[in-house]
């Protein structure tokens, strides 16, 4: 009977502990859920993507404006008809060869050219950026081997971005609903109760709505990033160029890729610096997924920032390089972009703002910690 009664509480214990445990699932899952629904999440971030990508097509078409019919044009040795036989066996669709007319074409890439304009500006962002994709589309499949790998991820980040809210930041979409919302304030006048419950419930749902693809697209946007880093330095190892360190050095030699020969010649003659680079560069993309939840991201976010502009000089790859920068933005914090935005209009009024060494105190800093709370007014939709 001692015994018995001696193992009673024992025995109660683990069923206390089972009791208590399936309390704390369902409200992790309520605040995953909420999270989701609620807050979006990376807004400037997803602004600067917008931005970037949207500038950086309307260069890329503006640099090949002279060289268009030679390329995606009626006059391309791929020709339209190639190009629809093509799509026959691939799947693949392009508006520019709906048409072998060269007003249509010349049509085409205007009209190209003034949606990545409008996309930069962030001007009703929500059409904009499906037609932004579908340009993107069309001429990436029309002229699908004469490409560098930019071209490839600025397709899928502009597919990405469609589910985003990246109209919400830094655009004429803001600048337009906050006009709205301040004329909205001195506007007064009685509704119908009835009509404005529906209403309100109605713009509920679609920002709930918004909420969860923007969530979902950025989080696409992310792995998609860690994918491209890890598969690379993962391919890069079972190299034996890169593991003896000697692969840049047969890259700085290709032709096709010195458009600085001379340049590429002065960083050839440095052997041991050559060896470090690409042992850096394997360890910098291998490592690149595991270190996004820490401060160590940004001395690594900033040496594939400086690995990135050496490929765009010393390969001529600027395309490439810049639609890896944008993509690279994706992981720094909304806190480091409203930092930005802090410090530009207070740079531009004093004009020996450039001289101070030191910020005011009570000044956040430019990158903060990771750990620290996003402020309310950015998580509203």
Not at 3 to 11: D, F, H, V
Not at 137 to 144: D, E, L, N, P, Q
């Amino acid at each position: 009977m001692e015994t018995e009664q001696s193992l009673a509480p024992c025995r109660r214990t683990p069923k206390a502990a089972d009791a208590s445990a399936p309390r704390h699932v369902p409200e992790r899952i309520g605040e995953l859920l909420t999270a989701v629904t609620d807050r979006p999440v990376s807004l400037y971030a997803a602004a600067v993507l917008r931005i970037g990508y949207g500038l950086l097509y309307l260069v890329f078409l503006l640099r090949e404006f002279p060289h268009r019919d030679q390329i995606w044009g009626p006059g391309s040795p791929w020709t339209p008809e190639l190009a629809r036989q093509l799509f026959d066996q691939t799947g693949w669709a392009s508006i520019l060869t709906l048409s072998d007319s060269r007003a249509y074409f010349e049509t085409c890439y205007v009209l190209a050219l003034v949606t990545s304009a409008l996309f930069t500006l962030g001007w009703r962002t929500r059409v904009v950026s499906v037609l932004f994709a579908v340009v993107v589309a069309s001429f990436h499949a029309r002229a699908i081997f004469m490409t560098d790998g930019g071209d490839n991820l600025i397709l899928l980040m502009a597919l990405y971005l469609v589910l985003t809210a990246c109209g919400r930041r830094w655009s004429l979409d803001a600048r337009r609903t906050r006009l709205r919302a301040l004329a909205g304030k001195r506007e007064s006048g009685s509704t119908d109760s009835e009509a404005d419950g529906l209403r309100h419930q109605l713009g509920t749902s679609r920002r709930t709505l918004t909420v969860v693809l923007h969530n979902c697209g950025m989080f696409v946007i992310a792995a998609q990033v860690c994918f491209l880093y890890g598969s690379a330095g993962l391919y890069k190892v079972q190299g034996g160029a890169w593991g003896n360190g000697t692969a840049l050095h047969y890259v700085l030699n290709l032709d096709l890729f010195r458009p600085w020969p001379e340049l590429s010649l002065m960083a050839d003659e440095h052997d041991m610096l050559i060896a470090i680079a690409c042992y850096l560069t394997v360890l910098l993309q291998v490592a690149f997924p595991f270190v996004l939840f820490g401060r160590l991201k940004y001395p690594v976010l900033t040496m594939l920032l400086g690995m990135h502009m050496g490929i765009a000089v010393l390969m001529g790859l600027p395309l490439f390089s810049g639609a890896m920068i944008i993509a690279d933005a994706v992981f720094l914090p909304d806190r480091f972009y409203r930092s930005l935005g802090r410090l530009w209009p207070r740079t531009s009024r004093r004009p020996d703002a450039w001289k101070t060494a030191a910020p005011p105190s009570g000044e956040p800093a430019l990158v903060p910690s990771q750990s620290a709370p996003s402020s309310s007014a950015d998580l509203k939709p």
